[in-house]
């Protein structure tokens, strides 16, 4: 479609990988290249719908076109990468084998301030980008005033919220807050004076 510059092995980085259960870059990257090779994996799966040799297979693959096809799945890639997109130099400077601690300790500040950021002023972008790329793979958008529809939901159960409430509070403040604790767990008081005492006592280590 002319989308993608073309040369050897340049695109071989938009494959779906299996992504690392323990790298947040791996999750980033795959969220990324599912963006990008949306329409191409809705085409594969309709050619496997229409190729099953068995009803069973048929009825598996059915499935997973129907899911990608959801708005929920399409919010998810959107907030997912931008999460993790925020995350990702932070991910990178982990993971080098000489690593700056004191540089390190900024890049966790960095990015529990721009998840803080998004928190209160991301909402509004997000589900514009969401809306723009439901609208171009025909993926139908709900009305966020009308109560929320859980499709796992026994109807004799009354809800008692709407799709807005369940998208930005059940879904977006707590991801965001989910990814917050797991900084403040990982780095917290204790340990980040752990490291700034290490840094000291390596000169490489300081930022003038």
Same mark, same amino acid.
């Given at each position: 479609?002319?989308?993608?510059?073309? +040369?050897?092995? &340049?695109?071989?980085? &938009?494959?779906?990988?299996?992504? @690392?259960?323990?790298? !947040?870059?791996? %999750?980033?990257?795959?969220?990324?290249?599912?963006?990008?090779?949306?329409?191409? =994996?809705?085409?594969?799966?309709?050619?496997?719908?229409?190729?099953?040799?068995?009803?069973?297979?048929?009825? *598996?693959? @059915?499935?997973?076109?129907? @899911? +990608?096809?959801?708005? /929920?799945?399409?919010?998810?890639?959107?907030?997912?990468?931008?999460?993790?997109?925020?995350?990702?130099?932070?991910? $990178?400077?982990?993971?080098?084998?000489?690593?700056?601690?004191?540089?390190?300790?900024? &890049?966790? /500040?960095?990015?529990?301030? *721009?998840?803080?950021?998004?928190?209160?002023?991301? !909402?509004?972008? &997000?589900? #514009?980008?969401?809306?723009?790329?439901?609208?171009?793979?025909?993926?139908?958008?709900?009305?966020?005033?009308?109560?929320?529809?859980? @499709?796992?939901?026994?109807? %004799? *159960?009354?809800? #008692?919220? =709407?799709?807005?409430?369940?998208?930005?509070?059940?879904?977006?403040?707590?991801? $965001?807050?989910?990814?917050?604790? /797991?900084?403040?767990?990982?780095?917290? /008081?204790?340990?980040?004076?752990?490291?700034?005492?290490?840094?000291?006592?390596?000169?490489?280590?300081?930022?003038?």
């Amino acid at each position: 479609m002319g989308e993608l510059e073309t +040369c050897r092995g &340049l695109n071989q980085d &938009l494959g779906l990988v299996r992504a @690392s259960d323990t790298r !947040w870059r791996s %999750h980033y990257k795959s969220f990324g290249n599912f963006i990008l090779l949306f329409d191409s =994996t809705i085409d594969v799966l309709d050619t496997l719908v229409e190729d099953a040799r068995t009803l069973n297979e048929r009825a *598996k693959v @059915s499935g997973y076109l129907r @899911s +990608c096809q959801m708005f /929920e799945v399409a919010f998810m890639l959107r907030l997912m990468k931008d999460i993790l997109g925020i995350t990702y130099d932070l991910n $990178i400077s982990l993971q080098k084998k000489e690593q700056n601690i004191a540089n390190a300790m900024i &890049l966790v /500040e960095v990015a529990k301030r *721009k998840l803080q950021m998004l928190r209160v002023d991301g !909402w509004n972008p &997000l589900k #514009d980008k969401v809306s723009t790329f439901c609208i171009k793979h025909d993926i139908r958008i709900p009305n966020f005033d009308e109560p929320y529809a859980n @499709s796992g939901r026994s109807r %004799h *159960k009354v809800v #008692d919220h =709407t799709t807005l409430h369940h998208y930005r509070v059940d879904i977006f403040y707590k991801i $965001i807050d989910r990814q917050l604790q /797991e900084l403040d767990d990982r780095f917290n /008081e204790g340990t980040n004076d752990l490291f700034h005492g290490v840094a000291c006592l390596n000169p490489v280590s300081f930022i003038f």
